[in-house]
């Protein structure tokens, strides 16, 4: 309900002037810049020195290697695979799939 256009104009107005002024008044302030120290390190090692430092302070280790089973052993494992991926291949195509759809269903298991 306006009772009066002008009082209406006049208050936006003033509050158009008000936010410009403020906004005036935030350019004018200057920022300080940050003062940053980029002096070099007081006492400057070589490169040398450095990778003699970090091979001395490194941890080596051996990682333990289990010894490899008998060819045997490992052929029978193995063929143990190859016949369960045979059964699950044989029973995926005796529901009728495709031997690419039986394929990526055994490669989701």
């Given at each position: 309900m306006?009772?009066?256009?002008?009082?209406?104009?006049a208050q936006?107005?003033?509050?158009?002037?008000k936010a410009q002024g403020k906004e005036d008044a935030k350019k004018e302030e200057k920022v300080q810049a940050d003062v940053?120290?980029?002096?070099?390190?007081?006492?400057?090692?070589?490169?040398?020195?450095?990778l003699g430092f970090?091979?001395?302070t490194s941890v080596a280790f051996k990682a333990?290697?289990?010894?490899?089973e008998k060819p045997e052993a490992q052929e029978a494992r193995i063929g143990g695979f190859m016949a369960e991926f045979e059964e699950a291949f044989d029973?995926?195509?005796?529901?009728?799939?495709?031997?690419?759809?039986?394929?990526q269903v055994l490669e989701r298991i």
């Open positions: 306006e009772l009066n256009n002008i009082n209406l104009f936006n107005a003033a509050a158009l002037n940053k120290d980029n002096k070099p390190a007081e006492k400057q090692c070589s490169a040398d020195d450095v970090l091979a001395g333990k290697v289990a010894k490899a029973f995926a195509k005796s529901l009728g799939l495709s031997d690419e759809a039986a394929l």
